[in-house]
């Protein structure tokens, strides 16, 4: 990650609640992207800090509000957990340094699947040595069960005495870290996954768009199909399932009421025919699940008549 310090934390609920807590306080302005991981809010609820959200991936409006509460704490996901949008980093990090403020970036799901090296966004894009601090969950790529903050030296020992998951809660096991120690070296090694990964996902998300599904803004491995109010989303998860496909179910709190979706999350190992497969079932489902009358379909086709860009994501979150 190219960081001159780390450390590994219980889970990454830890490593965001336990940073937050630890460089805010109820002084401090923490501007947050309004689909930022709900891990984040969690931290700024218990550093007594201010929220002052901002609309998702909108730097302009980041910047209006930096300038009206003045400099304090930044806090963005590299990849958001629910729609798969990637965060426009390099205008988020100009922004944050122009009006100095501290910068988080979440790399929950960029670490390991993103970079020639799965060193994750901010270091894939030359941007290490201007982001503060980078935090992680080692339960997406890495496959077990921790967290990561990448930092400098000073602050990782200023950490141990100063967050709560530090000091209150019992530290990672020998064995789980020598598990994380072994995928470490397939991440790093094995480059030829993260093409697979990246190739499997933009075969998928131009066949469900072609298909008629919006997937918002999804540039990843996570593909979002939002079917809108729970009951519609139970059906579409048991279309799916009934097919043999698998997505993990989000509905409030984890999205905004009503906007209930399933999550895709595609890996590396999927073959072109199970591919082909969940095309295929998602083309047949189309009308057993209503899709067409989706209010994310509805926007889709309201967007492309009037050529007009995504609108912004109004109260999101979370998961
Ligand atoms: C972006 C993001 N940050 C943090 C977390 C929390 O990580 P963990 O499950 O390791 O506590 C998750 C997922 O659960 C996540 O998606």
Known sequence: MRAEAGILCQSGWCANTGLIQTVANERTPVYADMLAHMSLWEGIRSAGASA????????????RQVLRHGPGVIVVDSVYSTIGSVCPLAEVVRIGHEHGCVLVVDESHSLGTHGPDGEGLVAALGLAGQVHFRTASLAKAFAGRAGFI?????????FRYESNPAIFSSTLLPYEVAGLRATLEVVKNEGWRRERLHVNATYLRTRLDELGYNLHDSQSQIIALEAGPEPQTIVLRDALEARGIFGSVFCAPATPKNRSLIRLSINSALTQAELDRIVQACRDIREEVDMANWPSTRRKRSRAATGMAAGPL???SLA
């Open 52 to 63: 002052v959200t901002f609309h998702h991936n909108d730097p302009e409006h980041l910047e």
């Open 150 to 158: 990448a930092c400098s030296e000073r602050f990782a020992t200023y």
């Open 314 to 316: 109004l109260r999101g």
